[in-house]
T-cell receptor
Framework: DVKVTQSSRYLVKRTGEKVFLECVQDMDHENMFWYRQDPGLGLRLIYFSYDVKMKEKGDIPEGYSVSREKKERFSLILESASTNQTSMYLC??????????????FGPGTRLTVT | GQNIDQPTEMTATEGAIVQINCTYQTSGFNGLFWYQQHAGEAPTFLSYNVLDGLEEKGRFSSFLSRSKGYSYLLLKELQMKDSASYLCAVRDLGDYKLSFGAGTTVTVRA
């Protein structure tokens, strides 16, 4: 079974702190994604990566950056956390497009609260 | 980008059938996904449609009409454990990304 793990289930940080959210997948997937999920807004894509050291902006990249130094690990960085970044953060991974096996596998999520 | 609409909430009785509709507008289309998400948990994959028609998988079925930009997820013989949020997601042509609807919360009552 594909397993996607995230470093924390719950995290509380102060405004202005630098925050690292880590995601690791064990299925050798090329693609990895970071979403945030807010009530009434659904999942919104922050960044994604289709290969090591490659990254692309999603729909809401402002205030975030990412790092992918190894294939299995994709990190989301909040350079200076703000209260409007309080949210549920979900990491996902998938194989490349080109077949039916494109579903994204999600981690359990990190509920981040910025005070 | 994509514009994906689905109802916010639905309520049904145990043993009944519920149909969750999803409409989308897209410049290119390369598949529609349904995910289930229980409260506080990760979304899990339910179904994938890329051609028109009905895909059946046990108690769950998913239908797609590309010409109408329309899909539905049909949940039969509802059980209490089916109470969850159901997410519709569309993949654009040649794209790595999925665009998600806001989700439909289904509540199953005894």
């Amino acid at each position: 079974d594909v397993k996607v793990t995230q470093s924390s289930r719950y995290l509380v940080k102060r405004t202005g702190e630098k925050v690292f959210l880590e995601c690791v997948q064990d299925m050798d997937h090329e693609n990895m994604f970071w979403y945030r999920q807010d009530p009434g807004l659904g999942l919104r894509l922050i960044y994604f990566s289709y290969d090591v050291k490659m990254k692309e902006k999603g729909d809401i990249p402002e205030g975030y950056s990412v790092s992918r130094e190894k294939k299995e690990r994709f990190s989301l960085i909040l350079e200076s956390a703000s209260t409007n970044q309080t949210s549920m953060y979900l990491c996902a991974s998938s194989l490349p497009p080109g077949g039916n096996s494109y579903e994204q596998y999600f981690g359990p999520g990190t509920r981040l609260t910025v005070t | 980008g994509q514009n994906i609409d689905q109802p916010t909430e639905m309520t049904a009785t145990e043993g009944a059938i519920v149909q969750i509709n999803c409409t989308y507008q897209t410049s290119g289309f390369n598949g529609l996904f349904w995910y289930q998400q229980h409260a506080g948990e990760a979304p899990t994959f339910l179904s994938y449609n890329v051609l028109d028609g009905l895909e059946e998988k046990g108690r769950f079925s998913s239908f797609l009409s590309r010409s109408k930009g329309y899909s539905y997820l049909l949940l039969k013989e509802l059980q209490m454990k089916d109470s969850a949020s159901y997410l519709c997601a569309v993949r654009d042509l040649g794209d790595y990304k999925l665009s998600f609807g806001a989700g439909t919360t289904v509540t199953v009552r005894a």
